[in-house]
């Protein structure tokens, strides 16, 4: 029988932040690349947000799964500090198709930042009312995370453990690409007049 948990935890970086490579992070994007090759094959979900030198995870799946994770990540020497804020049973995955969502400070955490008082993000000032804010805000705003990170196949020897997969990336849609909808409508500008040309 599935025996769902979430944990949140919060952590501070111990490395010293790099340019952002493809809008991440480098130490970051390589911790999310390794998250999601690993996370799809083990049924673990969740979300990482990373922001002015701390972390906050939240990691979904089977307990006898992500109890083990939770070790491997506190043995991690990327950060230290951490702190475990909640442990719960879960009925469902809050982060439903994600291996691991990643965002970081953006317009809406700022905005919710703001809203409860905060000049920038320190979870360990957090009370329960504000990691839920923060989770609901992860919830709402869009993946920040490079395109081209691994969605690696399921291994089919682990026929037991459920299996999870990055989620995709739209791909453009012409009709909503302004640049390609007015070089359709000048081609068919062109064509009309080649045709009252040819008429008259
Ligand atoms: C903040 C943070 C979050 C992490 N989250 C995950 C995760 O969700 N899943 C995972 O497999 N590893 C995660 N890791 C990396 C693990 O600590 C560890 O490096 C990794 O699981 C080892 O994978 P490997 O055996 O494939 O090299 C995280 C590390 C940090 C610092």
Redesign the pocket.
Known sequence: MSDLICVLYI?RATFKPLPATKGIEPNVGR?LQ??R???ARRG?G?V?FYGDGC?F?C?EGERDIVKP?LE??R??E??TDIRVVSEQSAKQRYFEDWT?KYTSINDAVKTMLKTHGFERFDPYQFDANHFRALLKTLKDINDEGPADLPDEPPNPSDSDTPKRKAPTIPKTDASNDPLARGLAFAALVVALVALVLALF
């Open positions: 952590s911790i390794a998250s090759t690993n996370n673990v969740g990482l972390f995870q990691l994770l491997t990540i043995q991690d990327r950060h691991m």
